[in-house]
Structures are given as structure tokens and as C-alpha cells.
């Protein structure tokens, strides 16, 4: 697990900024439908950004995030991966999240962020489209950059590069070295994160520069698994430049 159902996102609120969020649920092609969250900016950010969250699937930590996304004038979506097996209703802090866990396809994954994506298409035409995720979220993040759905950037977050995970992946690694990342890739990790070894994030980096994949891997030493939480007073830092560059990372690649 990322996050503590009580955690939020290491952001400060912008104060007066405008924005419009809602719940909403969407399909997926293969007829699926998940529940969603959308925040929308008044401003023009420019950007639209997909949020792809951890274990726990959508919970408030992800809707707080969409909604900082949003006050910079960015419209964000942040979709559960659970409407196959839990349907789309508002659940509690002791929803059982792991069994869903278990029954998560890469295909059912896929064919979620494509929806997602195709609504942002829908709000905004035109524009560029990142997906940002933590943990489970920050591997998916990166494979949707696999995945042909024109993305102009995936941000991941203590991903891990190199399992089967969700069950049908090819692990990312292995992707790289077929040529099937079309777009760059940005990555935040925790030196001390004992779940994924310092030798997995280099065996990502390598795969990544072999494979002529734009690319910026960035390991904070001494920090753990789900530093990015504003409980983590010690890692404020970190948090801090970690969100300095995914909104650099963004505003790089947005015309």
C-alpha cells in the first residue's frame, strides 16, 4: 500500500483559484464502467493529466491531487481500476482493496486509461496529455506510454520497472528493449524504498537509454516507499522537489 487513507498530497492549496470537480463514471470499450473523478481549471494550464492512483484504487488522496492539478489550470481525471469486481459506488476507508487487487488485468488497466484519455480528448482537443501515478499507478503510468495512446509524457512514482504486474504485463524492461515506449518518461523514487532495489531502477535507466527512450530517473536518497504525503514532515523536501519537477516535466513538453 501507498498510502494511509488518511494521507493527502505534499501540495499546498492555491488560494482564489477557481475550479470545477465532479465524481462521474465512465465506460471503457470493452464495456466496463469505473468511477471517476474530474477537476477542472479556469484557467488554461495548457495540459490535461490522467492520475492513476495506488492499490487502493480512487480515494480522496487522488481526488485532492487531481484538485491541485486543476488549480494550476490543468484539467485532471483520476479513475479507480475496481468497476470490473466492485462496481462504481463510493466506498469506505475499510474497503478491502486487496482481493480487486488480485483480479486486475493489464488489459482491463489498458482499456481504463484509454477511456480516460479519450474524455480528456473530449473537454480539451488538442491537448497534450500526460498520465502521473503512485506505486501500482506509477508502473501503469509508464506503461500507458507503451500503449499507443499519444500520450506527451507518463510520470511514475515508485513504480516498479520490472514485474508482472498487473497479471498480463510484460514487465517494462522487457518492453523498452522491443521499442514500444512512445513517449518520455519521468520517475521519482525512494532510495530506500526495500520494495524496489536500487539495481531495478538502474536495469530501468539502462533499458531506457538503450532503447533511445527520453528519460529522467530520479532517486531521493534515504527516502521511502510513499514519501510524497504530507505526513511525511521529514521528506518535505523531497516532496517538494518531486512536484517542482512533474509540474517542469509538464510545462516542458506542453506548446
Known sequence: MCFDADSSPPIAPIGGASIDQRHLSLQAADGNEFAAFEARGAGD??????????????????????????????????????????????????????????????????????????????????????????????????????????????????????????????????RAATGEFDAPILGLMGGADPGIPAEEVERFREALTAAGVEHELVVYPGAPHSFFDRKFDEYGDESADAWRRVLAFIEARTA
Not at 59 to 71: D, Q, S
Not at 75 to 89: H, M, N, P, V
Open 45 to 174: 494550464g495548457g495540459a490535461s493529466v490522467l492520475v492513476l492512483p495506488d492499490v487502493r484504487g480512487l480515494y480522496r488522496f487522488y481526488e485532492e491531487l487531481a484538485a491541485r492539478f486543476a488549480e494550476r489550470g490543468f484539467d485532471a481525471l483520476a479513475i479507480d481500476y475496481f468497476g470490473r469486481t466492485a462496481g462504481i459506488a463510493a466506498r469506505g476507508d475499510d474497503f478491502d482493496y486487496m482481493p480487486h487487487v488480485g483480479e486486475t488485468t493489464f488489459a482491463g488497466v489498458k482499456a481504463d486509461a484509454a477511456a480516460g484519455v479519450a474524455h480528456l480528448r473530449s473537454l480539451q482537443p488538442g491537448r497534450p496529455i500526460f498520465t502521473v501515478g503512485f506505486c501500482f499507478g506509477g508502473s501503469n503510468s509508464w506503461h500507458q506510454a507503451c500503449n499507443g495512446l499519444g500520450l506527451a509524457g507518463a510520470i511514475g512514482f515508485y513504480g516498479h520497472p520490472n514485474r508482472v504486474f498487473p497479471q498480463g504485463a510484460t514487465p517494462l524492461v522487457e
